[in-house]
């Protein structure tokens, strides 16, 4: 069992909808979670991080951490076209360890 | 906007050959990172670097690769002799506190 799991999609929504990104890890030592934006052929940009359970908002984005469950999510509000990349999920223990990444299309 | 400096971009070199990449990290930043990033999955850590120290490199191939950080700023990624199974993007990332951010990577094709 890899240490952190994502549906690795495609998942294709029409421009506006709700976007629901999840992921599921294994390691109880991780303390501290990030959601990573990636473009074709481009680094990884950090969207967010978040340190405990409950809900951290940043304008279009929320992200979510359940701990009890070992599951985290990233919501997307008013999806746009500029949002299709694929989205990586990590953890933080001694080290990051990445999900394998969702790659999502926001049609026009 | 301080960012990850990585060169070149784009390599394709032959197999058996050597190939090097270059990373320069965000200033101040102490703790620098070499991923390998193969299409469809996520990064994987090669090498985390403390300053000029090794932290961990037990992912590392040390037969082919190494990699340093002379003088705790700078550092390079070298593969010798690469092979075709080496093809993906190598992406340097730094940290400060609980936030690490990544550099563009280097896509390495090897034929």
């Known amino acids: 069992q890899k240490e952190v799991e994502q549906d690795p999609g495609p998942l294709s929504v029409p421009e506006g909808a709700i976007v629901s990104l999840n992921c599921t890890y294994s390691?109880?030592?991780?303390?501290?979670f990030m959601w990573y934006r990636q473009y074709s052929r481009k680094g990884p940009e950090l969207l967010m991080y978040?340190?405990?359970?409950g809900n951290k908002e940043d304008g279009r984005f929320t992200a979510q951490v359940d701990k009890s469950s070992k599951y985290i999510s990233l919501f997307i509000r008013d999806s746009q076209p500029s949002d299709s990349a694929t989205y990586l999920c990590?953890?933080?223990?001694?080290?990051?360890?990445f999900g394998p990444g969702t790659r999502l299309s926001v049609l026009p | 906007e301080a960012e990850v400096a990585q060169s070149p971009r784009y390599k394709i070199t032959e197999k058996s050959q050597a190939v090097a990449f270059w990373c320069d990290p965000i200033?101040?930043?102490?703790?620098l990172y070499w991923y390998r990033q193969i299409l469809g999955q996520g990064p994987e850590l090669l090498v985390q670097f403390q300053d000029e120290s090794v932290v961990d490199d037990s992912q590392l191939p040390k037969d082919r690769f190494s990699a340093e950080r002379l003088k705790g700023v700078d550092s390079t990624l070298k593969i010798q002799p690469a092979e075709l199974g080496d093809s993906a993007m190598y992406l340097c990332?730094?940290?400060?506190?609980?936030?690490?951010?990544f550099g563009p990577g280097t896509r390495l094709t090897v034929t």
């Open positions: 990332a730094s940290r400060q506190t609980d936030e690490q951010y």
């Open positions: 200033s101040g930043h102490a703790t």
């Open positions: 990590a953890g933080l223990g001694q080290n990051f360890v």
């Open positions: 978040t340190y405990s359970s």
């Open positions: 390691n109880s030592a991780f303390q501290y």
